[in-house]
């Protein structure tokens, strides 16, 4: 024994496996309210403070390596979408609560359902699939059912046990499993999402079981999942496997953005639409809206996200469960399929991505006692319901907050458009207000025109103008607004391509840049610039710009190897831009969105 | 002078319908025109370069009206002002026996030795430039003994004939030293490129990557000079709406293997964190090192600032202005059509609707520049090499003189 070594932890002997890197000061990242940890770390963090080294990492203190584990426990709801990848690592194959798993599946299903089984005539298809797969850990996926049961049943001991040892230890053992497997967690993830959808038979019994220890792993798998990336190709193949949509990449693409998908278009609309009739297992209305968003027609967060969900709605009308089948698993996979059909269409706006996620949360949460019909109107009302309280409610409380930010000989100055600031521009004038307001646009879309139509029409004084003369016209501007297409966790604002110009010109004037965003499009995804994550539109249209017919100079630039054109969507603003976010919480700074999704999403959001 | 009126009328009209635009164009077309004007004019017995230079005034006062946003028309005239100054400077010096600011070479000068005339009067430029520098009572009476000392030394040599042989030649001298350095201002204005180009290869080394908005001939020169040498650099243009001539610009690179990448104007501030260098070219420089450059330049100055990216001008010499911008968004600025923005067919029934008092309820706002502040730009590239921003105005001491600021025809004394 080594007597010049302090006690070790209470934490049951799990000890970490992580090395300590850098400094360590736990006692002011590590979690300050007693309550909520527990005892443990208290005393050890005045010890780990003096002599930061590895044998004094105190179970519950935090290095940089770590990820912090969160502060309430009692907040976190049994929906976070991260446990699954700690099921991963802990009985991958286990059968698990489908409140998690859906919750993972549809984390995934957002940008990664090409993984998913689409439909559910493939659920025992996927099975025999899966021995084949992933070859990397096969030794997890040949344990039978039962088997991966006694195991989850034996940890799920192990872990009592260690409660009353205390919390911390949990986040230990937690923390411990998440550390060295982290590396692993996405590879895993992924592949255990195709058995989680099969194996979820009988977990919902065991449910309740299961979301006594979930709010220990809650707490530390916050993180949201990796989306799929493009650039490997061995997914990216398989994923093809699956498509509905028939699409060829683009030739000539942007190497910088090879982890985005780019197809060429123009081709997948006319395919679809011959396949109208015959792809059964697509509802018609699903059906439509997916062209519509192949066309363009329809467009921006909100009205994809209602679009997407009176399809839902509709579907979930029509919708029997085949004979042996459970209506929540089966319509999870249905909706689940949908989801892919849909990003085949377009990437999922972020919008979309929250209400997929509260729709298969619902789903999950049905109680066993309605019946069929019962069920499918409380989903028909869940649904109605977000769309009222989320999107129509929220924007009209931005628009009576925002009100008070318009006053008399303001020049408002707005690029695009956003459905949220043309709604605050027209009660403002039926108010009376006097203002003008400034209209930003830019190629290729030219969003800003049907605004600056619709405004004209009403009767508001309006100039027009194009992204390059925001210096220009700048110094006349009191005002900005701007819409959203999400807010992220680090208050960067995830939108329309250019906004982020705007933004900066306006800050450079001294000028206030006021976004406004309904609250449940805030994600908790974090991000740095506009290239890591962003969606990639039809090259074609930037060499042509309509109108001017002696602008053919790119005509044929896809046969020049040399010459690319890139068409982004998005860009993200840097916090440090905006001077406030108006959404249906309040007006809040930029520093106060994680705040939002942390407590008030799980809570309120999901209702 | 009647002569080259219509010469003169037909450039003012060019200018006036803007069928001639372009620095590199204008400036051209200006100094060919300045040299017919010197060449045609009648040099008079006495105080030759004043009526020179108030010929000149006149014409460049009708240019510049014509199209005050074309700097480069105000930049050439002030440039052959100065031009008229130095070479009476040098030839004066000739004439001034009792001034000592001559040197030794002058006396070849009464040998009537034509060989080198550019050469001494460069020399002399620069003993003249001490006179340039501040006005002292030295160089105020430098003013008078120039028409004294030509009729002293006329009358005091009215005996020799050498003398008054001197004089006729001195005449000739002045007109055709004019003309000589108003030709090798053009072809300066000319070869600019090539000399900035050389430049290239210090400032572009390998796996670089640039962006440039909109076409300027001086950055095509400047990137093909660069992959001439065989520098790895790709480019990103953005397109430079409304006039897109970054499509132009993109076309032309490719044909000479760059890698390039289309993008449009809002996806600037995307991009810039990828970007190692922006090279822009300008419309024109002006005294205090702020660039007067094609709308947009202003935001993706910030956006470079923003993400330290080096922010480097190339412009030719002729572009630097003497003036000091003020407002230089309204005053030095354009609105072209809105036809380049919105259809206007399909906006009619929009122009329907107007406000209580009768003005329309739609505005478009077209601007043509972009005002650059001096504090956002690393690095002027010109002809005569790099320089910072905030050493632009000793330039200008050298290319033009302090009383051309304001052109405009002197009343005759």
């Known amino acids: 024994m080594d007597l010049r070594r302090p006690p070790r932890s209470t934490s049951g002997g799990v000890e970490p496996k992580i090395r300590q890197v850098g400094f360590v000061t736990p006692d002011v990242s590590a979690p300050t309210e007693p309550a909520a940890v527990g005892a443990a770390p208290a005393p050890q963090s005045g010890t780990a403070v003096g002599s930061p080294t590895a044998s004094d990492l105190a179970p519950g203190s935090l290095s940089p390596v770590m990820i912090p584990p969160p502060l309430h426990a009692d907040h976190l709801s049994p929906d976070s979408?991260?446990?699954?990848?700690?099921?991963?690592?802990?009985?991958?194959?286990?059968?698990?609560?489908?409140?998690?798993?859906?919750?993972?599946?549809?984390?995934?299903?957002?940008?990664?359902?090409?993984?998913?089984?689409?439909?559910?005539?493939?659920?025992?298809?996927?099975?025999?699939?899966?021995?084949?797969?992933?070859?990397?850990?096969?030794?997890?996926?040949?344990?039978?059912?039962?088997?991966?049961?006694?195991?989850?049943?034996?940890?799920?001991?192990?872990?009592?046990a260690a409660k009353e040892a205390g919390l911390s230890g949990k986040s230990t053992g937690a923390a411990s499993g998440a550390n060295p497997a982290i590396s692993k967690q996405a590879k895993l993830a992924k592949t255990s999402q195709k058995k989680d959808v099969p194996h979820a038979a009988s977990t919902v019994g065991s449910e309740k079981k299961i979301s006594e220890r979930l709010p220990e792993r809650d707490r530390k798998k916050d993180a949201p999942h990796p989306r799929m990336q493009f650039d490997d190709v061995h997914r990216v193949e398989k994923a093809k496997k699956r498509a509905i949509v028939n699409q060829s990449e683009a030739r000539n693409r942007v190497e910088l953005f090879r982890h985005l998908p780019q197809y060429v278009h123009g081709t997948q609309l006319p395919d679809l639409e011959s396949k109208f009739f015959q792809l059964e297992p697509i509802h018609p209305s699903v059906y439509k809206v997916g062209l519509q968003y192949l066309s363009g027609e329809v467009s921006g967060g909100n009205g994809r996200c209602i679009a997407m969900l009176l399809a839902f709605r509709e579907a979930i009308?029509?919708?029997?469960?085949?004979?042996?089948?459970?209506?929540?698993?089966?319509?999870?996979?249905?909706?689940?399929?949908?989801?892919?059909?849909?990003?085949?269409?377009?990437?999922?706006?972020?919008?979309?991505?929250?209400?997929?996620?509260?729709?298969?949360?619902?789903?999950?949460?049905?109680?066993?006692?309605?019946?069929?019909?019962?069920?499918?109107?409380?989903?028909?009302?869940?649904?109605?319901?977000?769309?009222?309280?989320?999107?129509?409610?929220?924007?009209?409380?931005?628009?009576?907050?925002?009100?008070?930010?318009?006053?008399?000989?303001?020049?408002?100055?707005?690029?695009?458009?956003?459905?949220?600031?043309?709604?605050?521009?027209?009660?403002?004038?039926?108010?009376?207000?006097?203002?003008?307001?400034?209209?930003?646009?830019?190629?290729?879309?030219?969003?800003?025109q049907g605004l600056l139509r619709r405004l004209v029409a009403k009767g508001i004084n309006c100039t027009y103008t194009h992204i390059n003369a925001v210096s220009y016209i700048m110094h006349e501007v009191t005002r900005v607004f701007l819409g959203a297409s999400s807010i992220l966790s680090n208050g960067t604002v995830y939108s329309r391509v250019g906004t982020a110009s705007v933004a900066m010109v306006a800050h450079a004037f001294g000028i206030p840049v006021l976004v406004c965003c309904e609250a449940y499009k805030f994600h908790e995804r974090v991000q740095l610039d506009s290239i890591c994550a962003n969606e990639l539109g039809d090259p074609d249209v930037i060499s042509k710009v309509p109108g001017r017919a002696d602008l053919g100079h790119l005509k044929n630039w896809a046969d020049n190897e040399n010459l690319q054109l890139l068409n982004l969507m998005y860009d993200a603003t840097p916090s440090d831009y905006v001077s406030m976010i108006i959404t249906d919480y309040g007006m809040l700074p930029p520093t106060s969105v994680p705040v939002i999704v942390r407590e008030y999403r799980k809570e309120h959001l999901w209702v | 002078m009647p002569d080259v009126q219509p010469l003169v009328s037909e450039f003012v009209l060019k200018l006036k319908r803007r069928k001639v635009e372009g620095s590199h164009a204008v400036a051209r077309q200006t100094a060919e025109l300045l040299r017919s004007v010197v060449?045609?004019?009648?040099?008079?017995?006495?105080?030759?370069?004043?009526?020179?230079?108030?010929?000149?005034?006149?014409?460049?006062?009708?240019?510049?009206?014509?199209?005050?946003?074309?700097?480069?028309?105000?930049?050439?005239?002030?440039?052959?002002?100065?031009?008229?100054?130095?070479?009476?400077?040098?030839?004066?010096?000739?004439?001034?026996?009792?001034?000592?600011?001559?040197?030794?070479?002058?006396?070849?000068?009464?040998?009537g030795n034509d060989d080198h005339p550019t050469l001494s009067a460069a020399v002399l430029a620069s003993h003249a430039r001490n006179a340039l520098r501040a006005p002292s009572l030295q160089t105020l009476l430098d003013d008078i003994p120039v028409s004294t000392a030509l009729s002293r030394s006329a009358s005091s040599t009215g005996d020799s004939d050498g003398k008054?042989?001197?004089?006729?030649?001195?005449?000739?001298?002045?007109?055709?030293?004019?003309?000589?350095?108003?030709?090798?201002?053009?072809?300066?204005?000319?070869?600019?490129?090539?000399?900035?180009?050389?430049?290239?290869?210090?400032?572009?080394?390998?796996?670089?990557?640039?962006?440039?908005?909109?076409?300027?001939?001086?950055?095509?020169?400047?990137?093909?000079?660069?992959?001439?040498?065989?520098?790895?650099?790709?480019?990103?243009?953005?397109?430079?709406?409304?006039?897109?001539?970054?499509?132009?610009?993109?076309?032309?690179?490719?044909?000479?293997?760059?890698?390039?990448?289309?993008?449009?104007?809002?996806?600037?501030?995307?991009?810039?964190?990828?970007v190692n260098m922006v090279i822009v070219g300008a419309h024109a420089i002006m005294a205090n090192g702020g660039v007067i450059a094609p709308v947009g330049m202003n935001m993706v100055a910030l956006a470079a600032q923003k993400h330290a990216v080096p922010f480097v001008v190339v412009a030719g010499s002729h572009?630097?202005?003497?003036?000091?911008?003020?407002?230089?968004?309204?005053?030095?600025?354009?609105?072209?059509?809105?036809?380049?923005?919105?259809?206007?067919?399909?906006?009619?029934?929009?122009?329907?609707?107007?406000?209580?008092?009768?003005?329309?309820?739609?505005?478009?706002?077209?601007?043509?520049?972009d005002y650059v502040p001096p504090k956002l730009v690393s690095l002027f590239v010109t002809d005569t090499g790099g320089h910072s921003p905030s050493y632009m105005y000793r330039l200008i001491s050298e290319y033009y003189s302090a009383d051309d600021l304001v052109v405009q025809r002197k009343s005759t004394s």
Do not use: W
């Open chain 1, 317 to 448: 009308k029509d919708y029997s469960t085949p004979p042996n089948k459970t209506l929540s698993r089966d319509l999870t996979a249905k909706i689940s399929s949908y989801v892919s059909f849909f990003i085949e269409c377009r990437p999922l706006s972020i919008s979309m991505g929250n209400a997929i996620r509260f729709l298969k949360n619902r789903i999950a949460k049905l109680p066993l006692t309605l019946s069929e019909s019962e069920t499918k109107v409380s989903l028909q009302t869940d649904i109605e319901r977000f769309i009222n309280e989320k999107i129509v409610v929220a924007d009209q409380v931005i628009v009576s907050h925002a009100i008070t930010k318009v006053r008399d000989d303001d020049v408002l100055l707005t690029y695009g458009s956003s459905s949220v600031v043309e709604m605050i521009l027209n009660y403002a004038h039926e108010l009376g207000r006097k203002f003008r307001v400034i209209v930003v646009d830019s190629r290729p879309k030219l969003e800003g």
């Open chain 2, 164 to 274: 008054t042989g001197d004089k006729s030649l001195k005449t000739r001298k002045l007109k055709h030293d004019v003309i000589a350095a108003i030709g090798d201002l053009i072809e300066e204005i000319d070869t600019c490129y090539d000399q900035i180009s050389e430049q290239a290869v210090e400032l572009i080394h390998q796996n670089e990557v640039i962006l440039t908005l909109g076409r300027s001939r001086t950055v095509k020169e400047f990137l093909y000079a660069a992959k001439e040498k065989k520098r790895s650099f790709r480019v990103f243009v953005a397109e430079g709406s409304p006039r897109y001539q970054g499509h132009v610009l993109a076309k032309e690179l490719v044909e000479k293997g760059v890698q390039t990448t289309v993008i449009t104007d809002s996806a600037i501030f995307a991009m810039i964190s990828r």
């Open chain 2, 39 to 111: 060449s045609q004019h009648r040099m008079g017995s006495t105080n030759q370069a004043a009526a020179l230079a108030d010929a000149i005034r006149s014409v460049g006062e009708q240019l510049i009206s014509a199209n005050p946003i074309e700097l480069a028309v105000g930049n050439i005239v002030r440039r052959v002002l100065h031009i008229i100054k130095e070479e009476d400077i040098s030839s004066t010096a000739v004439g001034i026996e009792g001034l000592s600011v001559t040197v030794d070479s002058d006396d070849e000068y009464d040998s």
């Open chain 1, 81 to 160: 979408p991260s446990p699954a990848a700690s099921d991963a690592i802990l009985a991958s194959s286990a059968p698990q609560p489908s409140s998690m798993r859906f919750d993972a599946a549809s984390e995934l299903g957002e940008d990664d359902s090409r993984s998913l089984a689409p439909s559910a005539g493939e659920l025992e298809a996927n099975k025999g699939d899966l021995a084949g797969d992933s070859a990397s850990i096969p030794q997890k996926q040949k344990t039978s059912k039962a088997e991966r049961r006694a195991i989850q049943e034996a940890q799920r001991a192990a872990k009592a």
């Open chain 2, 319 to 369: 572009k630097l202005c003497p003036l000091y911008p003020h407002n230089p968004e309204v005053l030095l600025n354009e609105l072209k059509s809105p036809s380049d923005l919105l259809d206007f067919g399909e906006f009619s029934n929009c122009m329907n609707f107007s406000t209580q008092d009768g003005t329309p309820l739609l505005n478009v706002v077209n601007p043509t520049f």
